[in-house]
């Protein structure tokens, strides 16, 4: 009630006028109702019917998909959705305008579909283990002006300072809103390529990391607007593009009171704690598998490509950015692991927990952690003699190393596979429909809305 209360009283002072109920698809596309604010202390109590449809059987495109155990399978019906209210935010890019995210039941439980209750229950489970996870995406995305449809800027000048410049009042009302938002900007940058963008922010514990990358790629969409651009998360708009838009997970290991750092051992091997060093070889022996939560998109997999910045193989090095996890090592509170797997067209929840499955796992087997890589993962003479696998850059190779990792399927539980599954299914076919057509923009046309 005490929450409850304190968020009244943050509408009623700030002319809070309306309110958008809010949930993330399988894709990372937020999904609403709006309500006006008058109404959101009973839909706080009695919660908001939400059609399940929003977080489990719509494309990227939009399409409705056949088979995921959440359309004609349960008549279609709603959810009864109830705030969170930990996440409620007041979105300053919005007049008067305010947004919470809610967690689907049905019947008094959490539904399984919805990739933030995925990640919650992967959560809890580390929580249980004794420890929590600081944690930060590091999206990259693309802007083009919506007239014209040329990138917002020319050149392959990367972190160019007069580049960086193309429009300040853009940039500096991203970091302005998104800071009274909750989500707290470090750093605005050009990327590489024309057009190509990365803005970074704090990490933080638990869920909210997630949540706040939710909040972030739905914010720079909606601010891009109304500044005459276009911002997409999709992985590789162009593919042409020398570079694709990742979203590194940075990332580091606490225990359960988040107080204290257990990634750092100053007299371990690499300065990596027992414990760090068993997180990170459960990703590496998961890799294969974690990319389709990592990478959910055909287009998102086409990034993984040598000598593209993004990683081939299951490998890991000492601030080494041609390796799936780059180790930054410092000191007690300031080692974190850079995850260089993630896509930026995809969702963060299901990111972050493919991650926790496969870290945990590392835990509680004690994997140990292969050699680092010294010179570049591209160059096979640098590579370990044994345990190097391949990430699958292909939506069948992908799906396939999915589905026969135990650990991942296990812990996912079989109604989310279900969902998940079909989705991957649908867009193979959508992608071999387009092929026999002979349509070369599908990709795009599709991803779109990323």
């Not at 891009?224 to 276009?230: C, I, L, T």
């Not at 850079?338 to 087997?365: Q, V």
């Not at 590579?383 to 190393?401: C, F, H, Q, R, W």
């Not at 539980?413 to 070369?440: N, P, R, T, W, Y």
Request: aromatic share 10%; net charge neutral; charged share 25%.
């Amino acid at each position: 009630m005490e929450k409850q209360s304190t968020v009244l009283s943050e509408i009623r002072n700030n002319n809070i006028e309306y309110i958008r109920m809010e949930l993330s698809d399988q894709y990372g596309i937020a999904r609403s109702k709006t309500i006006p604010a008058r109404h959101f202390k009973r839909k706080t109590a009695i919660g908001q019917n939400f059609s399940q449809l929003s977080y489990a059987v719509f494309d990227p495109h939009g399409e409705i998909v056949m088979g995921t155990g959440y359309l004609e399978e349960i008549n279609c019906r709603d959810a009864t959705c109830f705030p969170d209210l930990d996440t409620f935010a007041i979105l300053p890019w919005v007049k008067n305008t305010a947004r919470v995210i809610l967690n689907p039941t049905y019947k008094g439980e959490a539904v399984i579909g919805s990739p933030r209750e995925v990640c919650k229950r992967q959560y809890a489970r580390l929580t249980d283990m004794g420890y929590s996870l600081m944690a930060a995406h590091e999206h990259e995305f693309y802007l083009e002006t919506l007239d014209t449809k040329k990138p917002a800027f020319e050149t392959y000048h990367f972190q160019s300072t007069i580049r960086s410049s193309f429009n300040l009042p853009f940039t500096q009302q991203i970091e302005r809103d998104l800071f009274v938002a909750g989500v707290d900007i470090e750093s605005i940058e050009v990327e590489y390529c024309p057009g190509q963008m990365e803005i970074s922010y704090s990490p933080t514990f638990g869920i909210r990391a997630a949540d706040n990358a939710h909040t972030y790629r739905t914010a720079i969409k909606e601010i891009a607007r109304q500044h005459n651009y276009r911002a997409t998360f999709m992985t590789k708009p162009d593919p042409k593009a020398l570079v694709a838009s990742g979203a590194h997970l940075n990332h580091s290991l606490w225990d359960a009171d988040g107080k204290v750092s257990l990634f750092y051992d100053a007299d371990a091997q690499y300065g990596l704690s027992k414990v760090g060093q068993h997180w990170m070889a459960g990703i590496l022996e998961h890799a294969p598998a974690i990319t389709l939560l990592s990478a959910p998109t055909i287009n998102c997999l086409s990034r993984y490509q040598l000598n593209s910045w993004s990683p081939v193989n299951n490998t890991w090095g000492l601030d080494n950015r041609s390796c799936l996890l780059r180790a930054k090592v410092s000191d007690q509170n300031g080692t974190y692991v850079e995850n260089r797997l993630p896509g930026a067209g995809g969702s963060p929840y299901l990111s972050l927990t493919g991650m926790i499955i496969a870290g945990m796992d590392g835990i509680e087997r004690k994997l140990p952690l292969p050699e680092p890589v010294n010179g570049s993962a591209y160059d096979k003479k640098n590579l370990p003699s044994t345990g190097v696998k391949g990430i699958p850059n292909t939506m069948k190779g992908a799906l396939d190393e999915f589905l026969k990792d135990k650990v991942i399927i296990e812990a996912l539980g079989s109604e989310f596979i279900q969902v998940f599954v079909a989705l991957k299914k649908h867009e193979m076919k959508c992608q071999e429909d387009a092929k026999a057509k002979g349509d070369v923009d599908w990709e795009k046309n599709y991803y779109s809305y990323l």
